[in-house]
């Protein structure tokens, strides 16, 4: 036979095995980051349920929690999809870097290149590299860790320092974010240090009513329960209260004005503090 007919053999079979194994090897990344994904956050969302109906209290507002914290936000399957998309996309790419780096060497090899002085170059290209790329090193375990803990996910909503917004695509290096206005941020995975997720659990807004002194604050407390009892049973914002709007009372008062205290709880961030605000402030005008 050809020698260089043989060679082609060997080559052509190498490349084929390389492709099959690449095929399996994702496949079963894919499959295993999806079961490990559903896992934790299944579990994650079991204890955001518990907190959120600890939170609420009594037996009857406990049943009224855990429903709305199941039906609200993005299921656990969805943010497992989306968190096992991100990690199957960087471990496939690890793995096509090793897979072609062996095929290349091989290919090389089969044809007869004496492999030392270019595995010698290499060797000290790699120190050169390492050293100057640290910080991209650093990027891709910080984002890799992050998605891996669950800190976050495509559409969850963070605070990152000075930039909040929502979630558009965690990669590689950077994580773009989508503020309110529209304004998109790109934010190194490595510099991310301290970072609030507003789309898991529930939360707890404060929301405080000014009003004038002079002013009987027994009526304006009379005012502020029937408020929130008028809320609470109206069926477009029932489903987003964890329990009926507390009232705290009289927090702070000045000679222009008093200040009351309102407390809402929700699954996510979302308008019901906007509207309490608005019924509250429109009641004790009237």
């Known amino acids: 036979m050809d020698p260089w007919l043989e060679i082609a053999i060997r080559v052509g079979a190498t490349i084929v095995i ?38 609420a209290g009594g037996k009857k507002h406990k049943d009224r929690a ?8 993005a299921s656990p399957e969805e943010r497992a999809t989306n968190r096992a998309d991100t990690l199957s996309r960087w471990l496939c790419l690890l793995v096509d870097w090793v897979i072609g780096v062996v095929v290349v060497l091989t290919v090389m090899n089969e044809c007869g290149l004496n492999l030392a002085p270019l595995l010698t170059s290499a060797g000290i290209g790699g ?29 969850d909503v963070i605070d990152v320092g000075a930039v909040r917004g929502s979630v558009q695509e965690i990669g590689t290096r950077v994580t773009r974010l989508q503020s309110v206005d529209g304004e998109v941020w790109y934010v190194r995975n490595g510099e991310i240090s301290t970072l609030g997720n507003r789309s898991q659990g ?3 807004s404060t929301v405080e009513i000014p009003v004038l002194s002079g002013r009987d604050p027994a009526k304006v407390l009379a005012t502020l329960h029937q408020v929130a009892d008028e809320l609470d049973a109206d069926p477009v914002w029932h489903d987003q209260l964890l329990r009926p709007p507390t009232v705290v009372g009289l927090t702070s008062a000045d000679p222009m004005k008093m200040v009351f205290t309102m407390k809402v709880s929700t699954p996510q961030q979302s308008p019901v503090e906007f509207e309490l605000r608005a019924r509250a402030l429109t009641a004790l005008a009237q």
């Open 18 to 55: 390389a492709l099959v194994a690449r095929f399996i090897i994702r496949r079963a990344i894919r499959k295993a980051m999806m079961t490990s994904s559903l896992r934790r956050l299944r579990r994650q969302a079991n204890q955001d349920m518990d907190g959120a109906a600890t939170k």
């Open 66 to 73: 855990v429903t709305i914290m199941a039906a609200s936000g």
């Open 127 to 155: 120190v050169i590299f390492g050293i100057g790329a640290q910080s991209m090193i650093k990027d891709l375990i910080a984002g890799m860790y992050m998605v891996l803990e669950g800190q976050y996910g495509v559409g």
């Open 202 to 204: 529930w939360v707890t």
